[in-house]
């Protein structure tokens, strides 16, 4: 009933910028919260950053200051602007939204999407 779709993944230099964004598309009545996750190989899935109710809350410690995650709520579609990159921030990044659908006609319960994942490798 709802799809999430990435875009903005790739190759990067270290020190450089890339923009992720994902467009969230189907029976969706509201977004109430949206995030972004990354996992390297070896490593627990882990939370960079959220947005509920239109605050950015929960950036990991390693991205603070240098990650910025943002939502147009026009287009059900957010984003995370990245800077300032280094290796350690390679890993597949998934986006992920808390929706509410809409289901037979109704109103459903919050569900919880997430994104198919993009790489992002930060070269040195």
């Known amino acids: 009933q709802v799809q999430l779709v990435e875009s903005g993944g790739g190759l990067v230099k270290a020190g450089g910028s890339l923009r992720l964004s994902c467009a969230a598309s189907?029976?969706?009545?509201?977004?109430?919260?949206v995030a972004w996750y990354r996992q390297a190989p070896g490593r627990q899935r882990e939370l960079v950053a959220a947005l509920v109710g239109g605050v950015p809350t929960d950036y990991a410690d390693s991205v603070k200051g240098r990650f910025t995650i943002s939502r147009d709520l026009s287009k059900d579609m957010f984003y995370l602007q990245m800077s300032r990159l280094t290796p350690a921030d390679t890993a597949v990044y998934y986006c992920?939204?808390?929706?509410?659908?809409?289901?037979?006609?109704?109103?459903?319960?919050?569900?919880?999407?997430w994104g198919q994942g993009t790489q992002v490798t930060v070269s040195s």
């Open positions: 189907g029976s969706i009545f509201s977004i109430s919260g």
């Open positions: 992920n939204a808390d929706v509410n659908v809409v289901e037979n006609g109704h109103l459903g319960k919050l569900k919880t999407f």
